[in-house]
Structures are given as C-alpha cells and as structure tokens.
C-alpha cells in the first residue's frame, strides 16, 4: 500500500524478519542510553524489547524472528523473542552471525571465528585467523575468509570441505550449494563454486569486481564494483 509503518528516530542497521512481522535496529540516543537494540512488532507498531550497551550494538535475526543475537558489551546476547528470556550469553566475542534458522551463530573471538550450536548451547568449532563469516540457511555449512583464501567448513561433521585460494570476498547461496569468490584487490576474477561436487562453474573475469552477491539458489550473481575514475565503490 506504499504507507509507512513505523518511524523509528536515529536508527541504523535495520534487519526484518522474513515474514515482514518483526523489525531489529540499533539506536543511538544521546537523551538516554547512548546505545541499544529496538525490536518493534509491526503488526501492532509496538516495542517488543529494548538491550541497552556501553558500546555499538549490530542485530542479528533468525529468519521467523523468533530468536535475537546482538553484541554487548563485548559479549554477545541470544535473545528468544517469543518468551522474551535470554538463551546465552557468550562472554568475548562480538559481530554475531546467525543462520536462518537460529539453531547455529557465528561470531568473532580475537582474531578467530566460533561456531555455536544454540540448540545444545555448545561450541562447535573454533576456526583461527577466520573471519567475515558466511552461513547456510540450517547453519550446516560456513564459509570464513582467511587471509586472501577462503575456507568452507561442514559444522554438522566438524571437517573442511573446500579451500578456496586467491579470495578477497565471498557469498553464499542460502541454500549452501555454491559459493562466489572475488579474488584479490586488482585481480579482477571472480569464481562460482558448486560445493556439493567442489567443482569450479563459472569463472570469469570482471574489472574492479570487489564483492559478489548470489541469489538464494545460487543461479544469479551480481558483483559490486570499484569506480576508478571517482575512486568510489559503486
């Protein structure tokens, strides 16, 4: 119907639920707490529930809405939206990921990357050096970047399934089938991966190409590029 919703104030990094139903965002506000996570029903354009913090706040949410991940105060907090109780709480780890699902998270600990079963509350893998994490929609399959590679893990078997050299930035269909790779800066290839044959399907190669997207099924892709003559990506 082209109409507004809600407006929430000084608001950045919204995130919805799929069904369009539930609205995560952080918020700065001088006035009170400097910096906190709204999470408004739009159904009813009600607050649902607010996470104050000392320092900047990035939402995560399961595809239903259902369950919350956000970083505070260095820790990250896993919210269940629907009894509005607080699942876990990881102490050092910041910038969570969290598959569709909500059944598996992604955050950073240092300069490592750990796997959450938030069924089981239980670590399922600790990955040095990775970061930039990508995850399947059943939180099965994930992608790290290390350095100028990119890993591909399987967390259900705990093993690495794929190595990815020359990868400066990477996307993953939801579907966990395939992955787009970027090469490194001024090398201007860009790679698909079909992971269930660990085949290489397209590559290609596409100047200033600096990030890929890939659509849920992993049969479209779109590349970000760099501007050279206004020095912007675009």
Known sequence: TNTIIQTIPNATAPILSQDGTTLAAGVYDKATNPFSV????????????TITNSVWIWPVLSQDGTTLAATVDNSVQVWNLKTNKLIKTIPNIIWPVLSN????LIAQLGNSAQAWNLKTNKLIKTIPNGSFAALSNDGSTLVVQ??????????????LIKTIYNANGHSLSQDGSKLAVVGKWGSSSVQV??????TQVLIKRI???????????????????YDESSRKRS
């Open 101 to 104: 699902d909500g059944s598996t």
């Open 38 to 49: 709204q999470v408004w029903n739009l159904k009813t354009n009600k607050l649902i529930k």
């Open 146 to 159: 290390l350095g100028n590679s990119a890993q591909v893990w399987n967390l259900k078997t705990k093993t």
């Open 207 to 225: 100047k200033n190409a600096v990030w890929p997207a890939l659509s849920q099924d992993g049969s479209t892709l779109a590349v970000e590029l």
């Open 193 to 198: 991966w079909n992971l269930k044959t660990k």
